[in-house]
């Protein structure tokens, strides 16, 4: 079990940068495989990247590769989404998930693939 707390949402306007943060609960954080995800309004969750166990791997949506980057510090049970070059179809919620399947250096894309998820942050671009 492990508890997902997104933080460092925000407004922010049209070519600006957030940088989102994923605080996990527990001692086993580099077992899992983590994800991004987004909802906007109207629209289905949708994977924005993924990061492997030991961060040597990722996975970007066409829509952010080039913009965004995803991390994690295992020493400190947390994984983030650098943003840069922010547009206004960016936002929605954004929401990490932990996949406790995958192992070694793989990643999965699918929602279905996640265990756990945190609450949302609210990402909003102005243009």
């Known amino acids: 079990q492990v508890t997902l707390v997104e933080s460092g949402g925000g407004l922010v306007q049209a070519g600006g940068s957030l940088r989102l943060s994923c605080a996990a609960s527990?001692?086993?954080?580099?077992?899992?495989?983590m994800g991004w995800f987004r909802q906007a309004p109207g629209k289905e969750r949708e994977i924005v990247a993924a990061?492997?166990?030991?961060?040597?791997?990722?996975y970007y949506a066409d829509s952010v590769k080039g913009r965004f980057t995803a991390s994690r510090d295992n020493a400190k049970s947390t994984v983030y989404l650098q943003m840069n070059s922010l547009k206004p179809e960016d936002t929605a919620v954004y929401y990490c998930?932990?996949?406790?399947?995958?192992?070694?250096?793989?990643?999965?894309?699918?929602?279905?693939?996640?265990?756990?998820w945190g609450q949302g942050t609210q990402v909003t671009v102005s243009s």
């Open positions: 998930a932990a996949d406790r399947t995958s192992s070694g250096n793989y990643y999965r894309t699918s929602l279905a693939s996640y265990d756990y």
């Open positions: 990061i492997s166990r030991s961060g040597s791997r990722t």
């Open positions: 527990g001692r086993t954080f580099g077992i899992y495989a």
